[in-house]
């Protein structure tokens, strides 16, 4: 019954849900207000491409995305055609991998960090080498503010976690709200074994529950994908803030979207849990 609603909500935010309860308290404007905006679908997966959940590039024109919880430990390679070209078994285990991030030497982290009931407390990062795909380092890591696993009032489960990106020496984390009123907090933990404790960085009201993240190839903006939308942050400054000029971008039907990735400074690669592949190409106005 519950996977039944889980399911009918998300179709209800996919088909029907614009941006304008993003927009009614002023913390987005409109994108297609200032970007000339593309939203097409472009292939499927192929069918041993079980559930992507988080992606990141290979070459310039391949791709690594691997499954979600209770599959195989593995990555898998394809190009945008949806071909698989590689299967890559990993000695690790996948307790709930959400989401892929990639540093500058091309090395890849998996968050295995998923947490729908906010009751986990083994949320952690696997490092992986960029040329042997051997593990380098383990982040594991706990949220400050949380007290309770799971907190007693579902309207405090801010604490699912399924999006992040990496930038400079740093994993930079965005929650899943669970709570009726949505929010996504950022965190910051870094890019090096260690344990740690996580103290909120700041946090704004989105309607729609965070599933992925990236950081753009310039080093300043970045993107959130939610249920039937896109969230793109422009910061004032060169750090990742929510702070500056920040739009939403309705998606249409692109169902349960769990996977974004930057493949230029004006294309995202979306796919989702039933292995279709998305392109969102944008282009400034003036």
């Not at 071909?83 to 991998?97: E, G, I, M, S, Y």
Request: glycine residues 6%; positive net charge.
């Amino acid at each position: 019954m519950l996977i039944k609603l889980f399911t009918l909500y998300v179709y209800l935010q996919t088909a029907f849900c614009g941006c304008a309860s993003d927009m009614r308290n002023g913390d987005f404007v409109r994108m297609r207000k200032d970007y000339k905006v593309k939203v097409q679908r472009i292939g499927r997966l192929d069918s041993r491409i079980m559930e992507s959940s988080g992606l990141a590039h290979a070459t310039d024109s391949t791709y690594w995305t691997h499954p979600d919880s209770n599959l195989p430990a593995a990555l898998y390679l394809f190009n945008l055609k949806g071909a698989l070209l590689q299967t890559v078994p990993l000695p690790l285990p996948n307790r709930d991998w959400e989401d892929l991030a990639q540093d500058q030497e091309g090395n890849l982290y998996i968050g295995d960090f998923g947490n729908n009931a906010n009751a986990r407390r083994d949320l952690r990062v696997f490092k992986l080498s960029s040329e042997t795909m051997a593990l380098q380092d383990t982040m594991h890591f706990g949220f400050a503010d949380q007290t309770e696993f799971p907190p007693l009032d579902s309207n405090d489960r801010h604490y699912d976690l399924e999006a992040f990106f990496h930038r400079s020496d740093s994993l930079y984390l965005f929650t899943k709200s669970r709570a009726r009123q949505g929010i996504t907090r950022r965190y910051t933990l870094p890019a090096q074994n260690g344990r740690y404790t996580l103290l909120p960085q700041e946090e704004i009201r989105v309607k729609s529950a965070i599933t992925a993240a990236d950081g753009a190839p310039n080093g300043r903006e970045f993107a959130l994908l939610g249920y039937g939308r896109l969230y793109l942050f422009q910061p004032e400054q060169e750090r990742v803030s929510f702070a500056g000029k920040r739009y939403c971008l309705p998606l249409g039907r692109t169902g349960q979207a769990e996977a974004l990735l930057y493949l230029s400074a004006t294309q995202l690669l979306i796919t989702n849990e039933k292995g279709k592949l998305y392109l969102v190409s944008f282009e400034p106005r003036n």
